[in-house]
Nanobody
Framework: QVQLVESGGGSVQAGGSLRLSCTVS????????MGWFRQAPGKEREGVAT????????YYADSVKGRFTISQDNNKNTVFLQMNSLKPEDTAMYYC?????????????????WGQGTQVTVSS
């Protein structure tokens, strides 16, 4: 059974940076679409970024383009999300996802496996 373990969340001030990591077991990240999603209190879960083709193809939500970068280390079976220029509206629980259908759509309804989440809080 696939297991996804996120780390790297925390509290930062606006303009700061965080790097999230997702270590995956019983799964080969290079073979499937992987991604990051987030959910703020009172809001629906939304796609942030996805990666496919061993890291060749990446997709981003408009709200994070130019600020966030998704990447992966195939040897370590780990997916990363580098978040720069963070804004208070980025505050949410961030979830790693594995096995996403239609990778470019960033649709949480098309995710087969979820991690437990890591909290990101950005203060103004």
């Amino acid at each position: 059974q696939v297991q996804l373990v996120e780390s790297g969340g925390g509290s930062v001030q606006a303009g700061g940076s965080l790097r999230l990591s997702c270590t995956v077991s019983e799964w080969t990240v290079s073979r499937y679409c992987m991604g990051w999603f987030r959910q703020a209190p009172g809001k629906e879960r939304e796609g942030v970024a996805t990666i496919f083709g061993g890291g060749i193809h990446t997709y981003y939500a408009d709200s994070v383009k130019g600020r966030f970068t998704i990447s992966q280390d195939n040897n370590k079976n780990t997916v990363f999300l580098q978040m720069n220029s963070l804004k208070p509206e980025d505050t949410a629980m961030y979830y790693c996802a594995a096995g996403i259908q239609d990778c470019g759509r960033l649709d949480p309804r098309r995710v087969n496996n979820w991690g437990q989440g890591t909290q990101v809080t950005v203060s103004s």
